[in-house]
């Protein structure tokens, strides 16, 4: 049996005296797609946190493709092949839609700016490969027709379009999409459904989603992780999940189970 893309093994992270998470432990298969739920505070950011290097582990491990990543700082969890989204957008808002995407794919280039000074017609073919795969990118997202407009201006969906369409440029292996559907109606939920199952499948890529909308969770993952407090309270698909006692004690209180 193959080595799971993502494993975490009784990870552990403390601010001061609070235990943001708890022993830790799950599981990724490559080619999954999962959701990771719990309410607010549970700690469900904290562990893209950890993955990606923003924060350092205070236990446990944490591997990628069988390679122990925990010490690994975020560029080189992101040169090994994991890439993010963020709950809150981190897009440079008067750069254009095709710059953003086009920043993000220049970090597999290795020209610093002597370099692409003194060797003008190479950059000038990388730029242009550049260009050319971000459109493509652009368009899979359904974005291309606002390639020239200011990222700032979008519509807030679209904008988590675009940070979509920036991870992707990263070329991961492992996909990290927290909270994506923050913010959007109820048609945009539905079509960023589709636009997730979508990518997964056509990039072949293992992908973990953070997500308050549970009907998208539901709809699109067939393997889910709930925590709360910081400690996983459950693990499976969804009809187990959604059905679990200590998941509806979570999400809808103890008055719930009693009635």
């Not at 005296?17 to 708890?22: D, K, N, S, T």
């Not at 990606?52 to 493709?65: H, M, S």
């Not at 992707?168 to 909270?179: A, G």
Request: hydrophobic share 40%; charged share 25%.
């Amino acid at each position: 049996m193959s080595e799971p893309v993502l494993k975490l093994d009784r990870t552990d992270k403390y601010f001061g005296g609070v235990h943001a998470v708890q022993e830790m432990s799950f599981e990724l298969e490559k080619g999954e797609l999962a959701g990771l739920i719990g309410p607010n505070g549970a700690g469900k950011t904290t562990i893209f946190n950890l993955i990606t290097g923003v924060y350092d582990v205070d236990g446990g491990k944490i591997l990628f493709e069988g390679e122990d990543i925990t010490p690994y700082k975020t560029y080189e969890v992101i040169r090994k092949g994991v890439a993010r989204t963020f709950q809150n957008l981190r897009l440079f808002p008067r750069s254009t839609v095709l710059e953003n995407v086009m920043t993000a794919c220049q970090q597999h280039h290795k020209y610093g700016f002597f370099e692409a000074a003194t060797h003008l017609g190479r950059w000038r073919s990388l730029e242009g490969k550049t260009r050319k795969q971000s459109m493509e990118l652009l368009e899979r997202v359904g974005l291309s027709h606002l390639a020239e407009q200011a990222a700032g201006t979008l519509p807030y969906g679209y904008q988590r379009r675009l940070e979509i369409a920036r991870a992707l440029s990263l070329q991961p292996r492992l996909l990290l999409l927290d909270e994506p559907a923050a913010g959007m109606n109820p048609d945009e939920v539905n079509d960023l459904n589709d636009l997730i199952k979508g990518i997964h499948r056509d990039f072949e890529l293992t992908v973990l989603v953070i997500e308050h909308h549970m009907d998208l969770v539901m709809e699109i993952c067939s393997h889910i992780i709930c925590m709360n407090f910081g400690a996983k309270i459950a693990e499976g698909d969804p009809e187990h999940v959604q059905n679990h006692p200590e998941i509806l004690k979570a999400y809808l209180g103890e008055e719930v189970l009693e009635a």
